[in-house]
């Protein structure tokens, strides 16, 4: 038996860059909304974890992986000293919309029992990337 779980908004906040983008290249954060959430599943997923996995995004620095290295010399040398904590999230390419929606994705779909999950991610109120519906 298939289950369909719906969710119609769960919100995150995280900051990103884009690297050699004129506007966007400079380290700056959004509220993003997940929106019309579709969980496609053949058993019981608590509704808990679905938002825990969302909000595992809240409060991060999304980054390319490439630029861990990187990252993590700059939090030992100066955040830490700073007293500022710092929290990363890895995705692959550069942190746009689409990849960090493909990043959610993949998030949602570890979870025990989700089959599928499906949703639109923007950047703000008002624009934003729809996932693909795939087979995956």
């Known amino acids: 038996m298939v289950d369909i779980l719906v969710g ?11 690297p050699g983008h004129p506007k ?11 929106r019309d959430l579709m969980i496609v ?3 019981f997923v608590d509704l808990g974890d679905i938002k ?6 809240d409060h991060m620095l ?8 990187i990252w993590t010399e700059i ?4 955040f830490e000293r700073l007293g500022i904590h710092t929290r990363f999230v890895l995705v692959n390419g550069s942190p746009t919309v689409e990849n960090i929606a493909k990043l959610l994705k993949s998030m949602l779909q ?9 949703f639109e991610l923007y950047e703000g109120p008002e624009w934003g990337y729809m996932t693909p519906n795939d087979s995956t």
């Open 62 to 69: 999304i980054i390319p992986k490439e630029h861990m290295d």
């Open 41 to 43: 599943t053949t058993q």
């Open 110 to 118: 570890s979870i025990q029992g989700v089959e599928k999950a499906e």
């Open 52 to 57: 825990k996995t969302i909000m595992e995004l």
């Open 75 to 78: 939090n030992k040398q100066f």
């Open 8 to 18: 119609k908004q769960a919100t995150f906040s995280a900051a990103h860059y884009l």
């Open 24 to 34: 966007c290249g400079c380290i700056h954060g959004h509220t993003y909304f997940v």
